[in-house]
């Protein structure tokens, strides 16, 4: 059998490739098509996780619905998530990524659809939650399938920046909540904004006709394919553990914001829907910027030094935001900075999974330890639902937004450098 372990090489050279851009002239036409593929997905992807944010406060009012329940749809949505992500690495390890990632955006965008005609609080539910099986596994399947295609000393930043697609995703789902909630009434409005999120299925055909399976991925298989609890080998359980308390951190906190802030700035800041756009927009802003900023520095400086720094970042800022007494004028502009900080880690999150472990394992690791996190991350929005009742929106969204961001400093602290590192059949 092949020797599975993954070697290091020295980073590229500054003036080789220390453009941001710099990828984006180098990429190849196979480079350059799963880029947009794995982009759009990605995006897509988060348009449909984003739609049900924006529009729980109206399906609350409409079906008397509680800050507790309404938060454990989304929990059970990120759960399923995580089952399906560590399912569908396992297969792609199997019957590989691009096939993987084909099934699982044509899953999330039926059932984003079927959202859209359900008939109660427990139909939708259901429909969020088989969802989440979907929604978790093209994260999946797309980032090992972009961290095997792109080189090594590009890998950072291409990866970071398909990541910053979410931002573009949740944008679209703000506009389209500004201009269906502009022109249809609530009790429709939310409906439409549901069918929306079956536009991803069209993505397949391009994956179908444009993308192909990585090399490095084809050469593993014809190894075997190891069992699921592989991972959990004596060489490789540290590393996974710590991956998932990782990823546990980074989404716990980033979930803790992005859910219940729509619901925080009309609850606790008395913003409609409509006026909230403005500071959700810059909150948007401040992610995109943060993703593209991450994606470069996690080449520049490496994986942990952007979780390091950005974790920091994101405890000061969501402090500011939830518990200082400032006009609404001055939460406008703290938004961005909060933004950056909570979702610009997730550019370095791809590449240093991908790096972590053996390709023989990969789809595996990567789909384990990142979908452990979105799993425990998952209980965090409906324990801050429950918890908002007793202490408010912002002191809740405080507590576990600063425990996850402690958890995730700590995590990456722990863990090894993966810059530069080469990826091996």
Request: charged share 10%; glycine share 12%; net charge positive.
């Amino acid at each position: 059998m092949a020797d599975n372990r993954m070697t290091i090489e020295p980073a590229p050279p500054i003036a080789e490739s220390g453009s941001l851009a710099a990828f984006f002239r180098a990429m190849n036409p196979n480079e350059w098509r799963t880029f947009r593929a794995c982009a759009g997905g990605w995006g897509l992807d988060g348009m449909d996780f984003m739609l049900y944010p924006l529009v729980i406060g109206t399906i609350m009012h409409q079906w008397a619905v509680g800050p507790g329940p309404a938060g454990f749809a989304a929990t059970l949505t990120l759960l399923a998530s995580a089952i399906g992500g560590w399912l569908a690495g396992y297969v792609s390890d199997r019957i590989g990524r691009v096939r993987v990632l084909q099934i699982t955006i044509l899953w999330f965008s039926v059932f984003s659809l079927l959202s859209a005609f359900v008939q109660n609080f427990d139909q939708l539910i259901v429909c969020r939650a088989l969802l989440g099986f979907g929604f978790g596994g093209e994260w999946a399947a797309g980032a090992i399938l972009m961290g095997e295609t792109i080189r090594p000393q590009f890998r950072g930043r291409a990866v970071g920046s398909v990541q910053s697609a979410w931002a573009i995703g949740w944008g679209l789902a703000v506009l389209a909540q500004a201009i269906i909630f502009s022109i249809l009434p609530p009790a429709i409005a939310w409906r439409a904004m549901f069918a929306v999120g079956a536009l991803p299925a069209l993505l397949v055909l391009y994956l179908r006709r444009n993308v192909v399976e990585p090399e490095i991925s084809v050469a593993a298989r014809r190894t075997g394919s190891p069992g699921i609890l592989a991972i959990f080998g004596r060489e490789t359980i540290v590393i996974t553990l710590l991956g998932g308390l990782l990823s546990t951190g980074a989404q716990g906190g980033y979930y803790a914001i992005t859910f219940w802030l729509p619901t925080f700035l009309k609850v606790d800041r008395h913003l409609s829907v409509v006026g909230s756009t403005g500071y959700l927009a810059i909150l948007i802003a401040g992610s995109f910027v943060g993703y593209l900023t991450g994606a470069w520095l996690s080449d520049r400086l490496g994986r942990r030094m952007v979780f390091l720094i950005f974790s920091a970042g994101a405890i000061i800022t969501i402090l500011a935001y939830t518990q200082l007494t400032i006009p609404n004028n001055a939460m406008l502009v703290l938004g961005f900075p909060l933004g950056y900080f909570a979702s610009g880690y997730f550019s370095a999150m791809g590449p240093f999974l991908t790096e972590l472990f053996p390709t023989r394992l990969r789809g595996s690791g990567q789909g384990f330890t990142y979908n452990f996190g979105r799993g425990l991350g998952a209980l965090f929005p409906a324990l801050i639902g429950y918890l908002t009742q007793s202490i408010g929106y912002g002191n809740a969204i405080a507590i576990f937004a600063v425990a996850a961001y402690a958890l995730f400093f700590l995590a990456a602290f722990a863990l090894p450098e993966t810059r530069g590192r080469v990826l091996t059949a």
